[in-house]
């Protein structure tokens, strides 16, 4: 990928109707930008099933959804759910008898994961047989999914699969100081990526990010044949994140979040997606903006390139709605602090030399810096500062606007994709929501 491809025109055309399905391949927990597109799903009258990751033992051993688990999934999801654990990674996996990869990490310490070594033939025994588990029981819900779609009908395939942090108390500690930690806390990235910690938290994203949309296409290629010979289309989407142009300097520049470890993993996805196009498969990887999410709150400073939407909500032609986003923050912000002072600052830190370094598209993604720690994470406690409420912030109002607005520009949009691998930015973002509540 040589340079972002954006989409830039709003999507209109829709092949998706009544009594066609809607696959979300990842269970869904809480909010996040899969509800968007399960709304426009709902909004089209189309059937909405799910899967499940299933759960753990007493003895980890993986399990699916029991009754009460389900009951909750399904209506949360608003739609049936297969209930058979698919689980991504190899962090749990072993032959039978042996020790997990997290077993192997278990006895690592702050003093000691630099230099502790791990068994890497042990731990390919163990990739195999977490990636065997896995396919084996994609085949499971492939062939009960078969059944769930008429010929004819179009589907949608909604992988929202992410992550494979292996699940062990050092890491916490690790993550604390390379994504929160600046001065005497600060930690170098790379220290992370030139360990074996680092180089098995690298594959275990690999499978759960990238890998498993790969094995997605290829599970429903049985699906995707019958449903052409018959009439039906079949479509692909993932959720990526390659950096987001924003408006710097008055002006939409590409920028990122640094050190974004799982960088390597959504490439990854970005390839698999290449691949399934190159083949004629409609597969499409929506590289959307940083938002503020559960799962996003270790990395401090992420939430500084939400602030620059309200900027471009009154640039794209906003009118008394996007004026009215303004209003919404001001309460939100301690006594004498306005959003516009608040984004005066943020464009300091956007337009510092700093920043500008990291903007380099070629080079995704970087390792951290001191000087990068120091101005990101001292900015993102400033401006946690001007906030009246540490629990009512404007980052999660703006978070909001972006789940809103990428839902129907990613469900419209695949149905004709222009690429294998698209970003949506913050100009078509406000444009969206701009149209979506126009007066």
Same mark, same amino acid.
């Given at each position: 990928m040589n340079a972002p491809v954006s989409l830039r025109d709003i999507p209109a055309t829709n092949i998706f109707r009544r009594g066609d399905v809607f696959v979300l391949f990842g269970e869904l927990f809480g909010r996040g930008y899969a509800n968007g597109l399960i709304n426009e799903a709902r909004k089209a009258g189309m059937t909405i099933i799910g899967i499940t990751v299933g759960r753990r033992d007493e003895n980890n051993a993986l399990r699916p959804l029991n009754d009460e688990e389900l009951a909750v999934a399904e209506a949360n999801l608003g739609g049936r759910i297969i209930n058979v654990p698919l689980m991504a990674g190899f962090d749990l996996d072993a032959p039978t008898g042996e020790a997990t990869p997290t077993d192997l990490l278990a006895g690592m310490t702050l003093k000691s994961w630099q230099s502790d070594k791990l068994d890497w033939e042990h731990i390919e025994k163990c990739r195999e047989v977490g990636i065997a588990r896995f396919r084996d029981s =994609? @085949? =499971? *819900?492939?062939?009960? =999914?078969? %059944?769930?779609? &008429? $010929? %004819? @009908?179009? @589907? !949608? !395939?909604?992988h929202t699969m992410a992550g494979g942090i292996p699940k062990v108390k050092v890491f916490l500690a690790i993550a604390n100081r390379i994504y929160k930690g600046r001065g005497e806390r600060f930690m170098s990235s790379r220290a992370l990526l030139d360990s074996d910690l680092g180089r098995l938290i690298l594959m275990n994203f690999d499978e759960v990010t990238a890998n498993t949309f790969q094995y997605l296409i290829e599970g429903s290629a049985k699906i995707r044949a019958r449903l052409a010979a018959t009439g039906g289309q079949v479509r692909y989407t993932a959720y990526g994140y390659h950096g987001t142009e924003i408006l710097i300097d008055d002006k939409y520049q590409w920028q990122t979040y640094s050190n974004y470890t799982q960088g390597r993993a959504k490439m990854r996805l970005e390839s698999v997606a290449q691949t399934a196009w190159d083949q004629g498969i409609k597969a499409t990887v929506y590289n959307c903006p940083e938002i503020r999410t559960n799962s996003s709150d270790i990395f401090a400073g992420v939430e500084l390139s939400l602030f620059p939407l309200l900027l471009a909500l009154r640039r794209e032609n906003g009118g008394a709605w996007a004026e009215a986003q303004w209003q919404a923050c001001r309460p939100l912000l301690t006594d004498g602090i306005t959003p516009e002072a608040l984004l005066e600052k943020i464009e300091h830190y956007n337009t510092s030399q700093v920043m500008a370094k990291f903007r380099n598209f070629d080079a995704w993604p970087m390792d951290n810096s001191e000087e990068l720690a120091e101005l990101m994470i001292g900015t993102s406690d400033e401006i946690m500062q001007m906030h009246r409420n540490r629990t009512e912030l404007i980052a999660g109002l703006l978070s909001a606007l972006v789940l809103e %607005?990428?839902? &129907? #520009?990613?469900? !419209?949009?695949?149905?004709?994709? @222009?690429?294998? *691998? #698209?970003? #949506?930015?913050? $100009?078509i973002i406000a444009r969206q929501l701009n149209l979506m509540h126009k007066d």
């Open positions: =994609l @085949a =499971l *819900v492939m062939t009960e =999914l078969d %059944g769930m779609i &008429p $010929d %004819g @009908a179009n @589907a !949608f !395939f909604a %607005g990428t839902g &129907p #520009l990613m469900f !419209f949009e695949t149905s004709n994709p @222009a690429a294998p *691998v #698209l970003w #949506l930015n913050h $100009d």
